[in-house]
């Protein structure tokens, strides 16, 4: 998010995260500082493969609580990171997607977020096949999303009652009126419900 009135807005849904996007390629970037008004949330940069001194820039110039990297970020910049702001790894996931991967990565995040793989290094606006985290070989919680809407609720459900490490669910495009503008009270509709279960 970046549009200071849309974020007093998001103040009153009072989700745990905000995320907001520093990746040059997306109708989302976010340039300009927004100040903080008394949010309820975190504040979330998202990065793809930015160099490490930007991010650290972007950290205390925009008052970000966490980091989420979206590229092909080395275990070792996540470490180096991770010692600054607690990290969210993402991962791009297909049929193809071996978890193996993770393991290096083990010792230098805090979460992991799987989205869906797609010609972009998220946005893609598409869901993935859940029952792929079966495979899950982490007990370190988790981020979910690509294009997860309101009609998700069932499917969120069945991901709870697994008794996978699923941390919070990752929205965006489907709750926008507009690249950057979150329909409100969507959003809240979708909070209660995903509360209730």
């Given at each position: 998010?970046?549009?200071?009135?849309?974020?007093?807005?998001?103040?009153?849904?009072?989700?745990?995260?905000?995320?907001?996007?520093?990746?040059?390629?997306?109708?989302?970037?976010?340039?300009?500082?927004?100040?903080?008004?008394?949010?309820?949330?975190?504040?979330?940069?998202?990065?793809?493969?930015?160099?490490?001194?930007?991010?650290?820039?972007?950290?205390?110039?925009?008052?970000?609580?966490?980091?989420?990297?979206?590229?092909?970020?080395?275990?070792?910049?996540?470490?180096?990171?991770?010692?600054?702001?607690?990290v969210i790894k993402a991962f791009a996931v297909d049929p193809t997607f071996d978890f193996e991967q993770l393991h290096a990565f083990e010792n230098v995040c805090d979460?992991?977020?799987?989205?869906?793989?797609?010609?972009?290094?998220?946005?893609?606006?598409?869901?993935?096949?859940?029952?792929?985290?079966?495979?899950?070989?982490?007990?370190?919680?988790?981020?979910?999303?690509?294009?997860?809407?309101?009609?998700?609720?069932?499917?969120?459900?069945?991901?709870?009652?697994?008794?996978?490490?699923?941390?919070?669910?990752?929205?965006?495009?489907?709750?926008?009126?507009?690249?950057?503008?979150?329909?409100?009270?969507?959003?809240?509709?979708?909070?209660?419900?995903?509360?209730?279960?």
């Open positions: 998010m970046r549009e200071p009135q849309n974020i007093r807005g998001l103040c009153q849904v009072a989700p745990d995260y905000m995320g907001m996007i520093f990746w040059p390629g997306s109708s989302r970037y976010l340039i300009e500082p927004v100040a903080r008004q008394n949010e309820p949330f975190q504040r979330v940069g998202v990065f793809v493969d930015a160099p490490v001194d930007e991010i650290i820039a972007a950290i205390e110039k925009h008052q970000l609580d966490l980091l989420q990297l979206h590229g092909a970020e080395t275990p070792t910049i996540c470490g180096t990171l991770n010692a600054i702001r607690p979460y992991y977020l799987f989205d869906t793989k797609g010609p972009l290094p998220g946005g893609n606006g598409q869901g993935f096949d859940w029952t792929l985290l079966q495979d899950y070989p982490s007990a370190k919680p988790f981020f979910i999303s690509g294009g997860i809407g309101p009609e998700a609720i069932d499917a969120i459900r069945t991901l709870i009652k697994s008794g996978l490490p699923l941390h919070a669910i990752d929205v965006n495009s489907k709750f926008e009126t507009e690249p950057a503008v979150k329909n409100l009270k969507l959003l809240q509709s979708f909070k209660t419900a995903c509360d209730a279960i």
